[in-house]
Nanobody, 129 residues
C-alpha cells in the first residue's frame, strides 16, 4: 500500500522560512518523480515544483522561482521543499505527489495538469503579514 505523508507546515511570519518534508512508502522511491502542489482557500490546486527521480531535473512555478528549492534524498525516501522569503499569498495546503518515472517532458505536463498518481493528505502553511 502506497503512503505519502507530508510534514513541516506551520505558522510563520512574512519573510520567514519553512522546510516541508514528504516521505513515500510502498513504492520504489527512486523510480518516481515527485512534486509539490498547493491549494489556497477558494482557489484551484496549483503546481509548485517538480523533481525527477534522480534530482537532476527540477521545475518551478513562477511564484516559487528564486524563493523555493525542491530536493530529494532517495536513501531516505524523502522529498523536501525549502521555502524562503514566504509571503502571505503562499498560505495554502501543500501536497506532495508521486508519479512513476517517465520522460521529463511527460512529467512536467502531468505536473502542470495535476494528474500525478499518488497524493498525500497535505500540510498547512500559513504566512502572517
Amino acid at each position: 500500500q502506497v503512503q505519502v505523508v507530508e510534514s513541516g507546515g506551520g505558522l510563520v511570519q512574512a519573510g520567514g522560512s519553512l522546510r516541508l518534508s514528504c516521505t513515500a512508502s510502498g513504492l520504489p522511491f527512486d523510480a518516481y518523480s515527485m512534486a509539490w502542489f498547493r491549494q489556497a482557500p477558494g482557489k484551484e490546486r496549483e503546481g509548485v515544483s517538480v523533481i525527477s527521480w534522480s534530482g537532476s531535473n527540477t521545475y518551478y512555478a513562477d511564484s516559487a522561482k528564486g524563493r523555493f528549492t525542491i530536493s530529494r534524498d532517495n536513501a531516505k525516501s524523502t522529498l523536501y521543499l525549502q521555502m524562503n522569503g514566504l509571503k502571505p499569498e503562499d498560505t495554502a495546503m501543500y501536497y506532495c505527489a508521486a508519479e512513476q518515472t517517465r520522460p521529463w517532458t511527460a512529467i512536467t505536463k502531468m505536473w502542470a495538469s495535476g494528474t500525478f498518481t499518488y497524493w498525500g493528505q497535505g500540510t498547512q502553511v500559513t504566512v502572517s503579514s
